[in-house]
Structure formats: C-alpha cells, structure tokens
C-alpha cells in the first residue's frame, strides 16, 4: 500500500519564513518535511451490533411509557434465553411526544420511542436473535452491522507501528535529499475503522433462523502525520 507524503516544494517554500523566526526556534535555518506513518490491521467479524427499533402508542403518557417497559422487558428476556449477556443491552433515543389528528390537529394520544443496541458475540446466533426480538415485539430492525469481537484490536500496538512507519519514511526522504532531522514540529493522529454493514430491514420473518450470515472483516489501522524541522545536511 503506497503511503500519502508531502516532500519537495514544501520544504523549500518554508525556508524563508523559518529563517525570518530563526531567534524564536533556534537552529532551525532551513524548512520541514511532512511524513504519514500507517499501520493497519484486518480483523474478522465473528460478531454483530443490532439494532431494534420499539414504538408504542396509547391515549395517555403515563399508559405509553408502562406499555413501551413492559415490550422492552420481553425483548430483553427473549434474546438473553439465547445467551446473550444483560451487559451488553444498551438503551438510547428514548423520546415521548403528543400525537396529534393529521386533519383536525386535535390530541389523539401519546407515542413512545426508543432503540436498544444488542451485541452479538457469535453471529452464528445472529438470525435466532432478530427473530426472538421482532417475535417478543420490535417494530423495526434498523440496522446489523458485522463486528470483531471485543478487545480484538490492540490501537496502542498500532499507533506504535505507525510511528515506526513514520521514522523511515523520514529517515529514507532525508537521506536521498541530503537532509538531516533537527526537530518536530507537530504530530497529529487520525484513526479509522471500517465496519461493513450489510442489512438494513424495517420487516419481520420467520425465516430470520437460516438466514446466512457472512462477516465479512473490519479494517483498524492508526494514521500519523509527522511534521519535522529539517536542513541541508553538512
């Protein structure tokens, strides 16, 4: 994989500007040199993140938020019976709003809404669990994405990869150049991971069960882009 770096013109084009401020950075005469260390890391997804979506309605709020309890508490019972873990269940955008008639703007009721995140360590399992949560009563699946599993991913060891890949891009440009490293002006990171997502469904069925499921991998990698004060070597 080619790696992005700025050399050349910005190396020179910043000479004199450096030289101006000379007394605030000392021996500093000549420019930068602007290097992109990556390292990057495919992992296999051989887990899930789902998420169900829940609505209930009624005539009072009080009515909708006992009824939206109860649903969410039978979603949760029905999917932990497939092993999956109270901990990992998270809760989010809950929201309670008024409803209204479309035509006369007259108060109809109250609706209910809310997301549950369910983490699914083996997706072998994956089908089994959207079919226990749309059966107990979800009225939407919003998304699936495909997942490796927790702690799979070790980001310091590929920050560090990155940094390495970072010095010798340095130390090679600065060679072929004439070069010589006297500093570093800046180091900023940028991460990213890429997660597929290959289903999106606001339909229930059955045949969920023998639904074939393919992972899939994920790509983790850590980005640093180096900014060294360099000169004319001696």
């Given at each position: 994989?080619?790696?992005?770096?700025?050399?050349?013109?910005?190396?020179?084009?910043?000479?004199?500007?450096?030289?101006?401020?000379?007394?605030?950075e000392p021996n500093i005469d000549?420019?930068?040199?602007?290097?992109t260390g990556e390292a990057i890391?495919?992992?296999?997804?051989?887990?899930?993140?789902?998420?169900?979506?829940?609505?209930?309605?009624?005539?009072?709020?009080?009515?909708?938020?006992?009824?939206?309890?109860?649903?969410?508490?039978?979603?949760?019972?029905?999917?932990?019976?497939?092993?999956?873990?109270?901990?990992?269940?998270?809760?989010?955008?809950?929201?309670?709003?008024?409803?209204?008639?479309?035509?006369?703007?007259?108060?109809?009721?109250?609706?209910?809404?809310?997301?549950?995140?369910?983490?699914?360590?083996?997706?072998?399992?994956?089908?089994?669990?959207?079919?226990?949560?749309?059966?107990?009563?979800?009225?939407?699946?919003?998304?699936?994405?495909?997942?490796?599993?927790?702690?799979?991913?070790?980001?310091?060891?590929?920050?560090?990869?990155?940094?390495?890949?970072?010095?010798?891009?340095?130390?090679?440009?600065?060679?072929?150049?004439?070069?010589?490293?006297?500093?570093?002006?800046?180091?900023?990171?940028?991460?990213?991971?890429?997660?597929?997502?290959?289903?999106?469904?606001?339909?229930?069925?059955?045949?969920?069960?023998?639904?074939?499921?393919?992972?899939?991998?994920?790509?983790?990698?850590?980005r640093l882009n180096v900014t060294?004060?360099?000169?004319?070597?001696?």
């Amino acid at each position: 994989m080619k790696k992005p770096f700025m050399i050349g013109a910005t190396i020179f084009a910043l000479a004199i500007p450096l030289a101006a401020h000379a007394s605030e950075e000392p021996n500093i005469d000549a420019g930068t040199l602007t290097v992109t260390g990556e390292a990057i890391q495919a992992v296999e997804n051989t887990a899930a993140q789902v998420t169900f979506g829940l609505q209930t309605n009624g005539v009072t709020s009080s009515e909708v938020v006992q009824a939206n309890t109860e649903l969410l508490a039978t979603v949760f019972a029905r999917v932990q019976s497939l092993g999956i873990d109270i901990s990992d269940f998270e809760t989010d955008n809950i929201s309670l709003r008024q409803t209204a008639n479309q035509e006369t703007g007259a108060p109809t009721g109250y609706e209910m809404n809310n997301s549950v995140h369910i983490y699914v360590s083996d997706i072998k399992i994956l089908g089994d669990v959207m079919t226990a949560a749309t059966n107990a009563g979800v009225n939407r699946i919003d998304s699936v994405q495909m997942v490796p599993q927790k702690g799979t991913v070790d980001m310091d060891k590929l920050r560090t990869e990155a940094a390495g890949d970072a010095i010798s891009q340095a130390r090679l440009y600065t060679e072929a150049l004439g070069l010589e490293i006297i500093g570093i002006q800046s180091v900023n990171e940028a991460n990213g991971e890429n997660y597929p997502v290959p289903m999106r469904s606001m339909l229930k069925s059955d045949a969920m069960e023998s639904m074939p499921v393919a992972g899939g991998s994920s790509d983790f990698s850590s980005r640093l882009n180096v900014t060294y004060f360099v000169r004319i070597a001696d």
